[in-house]
């Protein structure tokens, strides 16, 4: 029983004791992993109580199988700890039990592990005890693998209605893309029910997390392909050619071949492939020659500047008129484009059906038309004039030699125009040819998305 001191008493003993108090934690530093919270010391202790505390701490440890080999002394409320452990963490661990007992004042942990051989393959009894529990929780697992199967083949199969999907998405781009997703979703849904079923939702969130900042390093890493696939996408919605249309895409000019998820293929005017990727068509000009057959060719003319452009123009807008190929809706057109030094350019225009004639070829034979028509008519097509300055102070010609005879004036009379021959300007049809004869050979093997059933945009 504590003794009660009266407070004069008290007081002195204070006094007294109070440096020597003073001096114990410098004496006894506790060891780092096991130092107890803060605490008053008291400066008496009834008998018997380090007894107290040592069968406290021994019955803790005699509980733990990991402390079986632990030694607990107490003196004066100092508990030390010694003796080996197989476990390295269960070091600090002993420490922090022991410091938590009532009454204890600091604790020297002197506790080492134990290298020996014998602790050591406790291992192999852990793994046997996971091997046990892995037999006992054999018949979940299966269930939870069959259910997993089950949701994702559940997927496939409603993936795998073609028809179904064929008329709610018509573009094959966007049928096969929802498809795709459906069966992600159910994979996927089916793997997260197994995992919870398994109780393992930790690993759930982490596969969820993991999953997610893989899907931000991949956009980053892709952002190209992504970019490409997604442009693919939208132009299998909006569809702006058809296959054999001919195209100029960003200076890049052809027929169109077929429409890929990745690039577009085009023939070029000389039979040779081009492959566009699919994200510059979507943000480049296109150019469709195709899609209104009525086509204005034009080329320009010069007379001479002392005739008259009205009279010129009217001639060859006369001549072009009478091409059976030259539409007569619109009507041709001439324009005078500028006045030169020596000449006056005219500018004519017409228009040609593509379904019946060739571009190329009409312009061809409408300008030697209007050329025979304005030669014809009187109308010269002037070459260019270069004056020359005789500098008087040349030297003059030596005594005794005559200056050369003038040479003879050719003749100003014209030849006759040759007779104009009816040439053949049907469209060309040996690119089209080519580019129906891949696709044909092609067959359901290549992949095409462009649809003929969906409007052009």
Known sequence: MRRILSPIAALLLLLVSGPALAIVPSVTAPSPQAEPPEQIIEATRDAGEDARIAERISGIFAELPAYSGVTVQVSEGVVTLSGKVADPAAIGRAGNIAGRVSGVVTVENRLQRDLSVEENLSVIGQTSDLGRNFLKALPLILVALITAVLIGGLGYLIAGLKGVWARIAPN?????????????????????????????????????????????ALGFAMRDTVENYVASLMLSIRQPFRANDWVVIDQLEGRVIRLTSRATILMTLDGNHLRIPNAQVFKAVILNYTRNPQRRFDFVLGVDADDDPRVAMQIGMDELSALPFVLGDPEP??????????????????????????????????????????????????EPIYRLRVDPRSEALPIGRSAPAPEEKPSTGRAAPAARLDQDVRPESEITDMVEKERQAKGKQSEDLLDPDRPVE
């Open 172 to 216: 094959p781009f966007l049928s096969e893309l929802v498809r795709s997703a459906i069966r992600f979703v159910f994979v996927v849904g089916g793997m997260l029910i197994a995992l919870d079923m398994l109780g393992a939702s930790t690993l759930m969130g982490a596969v969820l997390g993991g999953a997610g900042v893989i899907g931000i």
């Open 333 to 382: 057109q001439a324009r005078i484009e500028r006045v030169g030094d020596s000449n006056i350019e005219i500018r004519f225009l017409a228009w040609i059906d593509q379904e019946k004639a060739d571009w190329y070829k009409s312009r061809s034979q409408a300008i030697a038309a209007v050329k025979d028509a304005l030669e014809q008519a009187g109308f010269a097509l002037p």
